[in-house]
């Protein structure tokens, strides 16, 4: 259970650090990484408008962060509770096995996801696209 706690620890830090360059970049230069899928079909896709959202709730803007990126700003706290879960699991019994609930969960998800990245792309939902 150590061993696991500490390589979690470790990607932790290194993740928290990426992200912090990262914002970093984005506020000073207004860089950030382009959305591939974007680039290639012209579509927004699901995950359009995270950067900006997750900028605008390091400034404590929840207004602007829900205008980012409406439905991952809604489904967010779920997807904290399942990733803490399987991580949990992982440092506890050294697994990452979810229970049934949870991944009916994850599917609900998923699919609410995907039917958002094709609803927002259709004209009479423009104001779902990711503000800014």
Request: charged share 15%.
């Amino acid at each position: 259970m150590k061993k696991r706690l500490l390589k979690f620890s470790t990607a932790a830090i290194i993740l928290v650090a990426a992200g912090v360059l990262y914002y970093l970049i984005v506020s000073f230069t207004g860089f950030a990484i382009p959305c591939v899928f974007r680039k290639i079909t012209g579509f927004y896709c699901p995950g359009c408008g995270v950067t900006g959202m997750l900028t605008h709730i390091l400034r404590l803007d929840f207004k602007g962060a829900f205008k980012c990126n409406q439905v991952l700003f809604v489904i967010s706290p779920f997807i904290l509770y399942l990733l803490g879960k399987m991580l949990y699991g992982y440092i506890r019994y050294g697994r990452l096995t979810l229970k049934k609930f949870d991944t009916v969960l994850t599917f609900v998800l998923i699919g609410i996801l995907l039917v958002f990245g094709v609803v927002r792309n259709l004209p009479p939902f423009d104001f779902l696209r990711p503000y800014g």
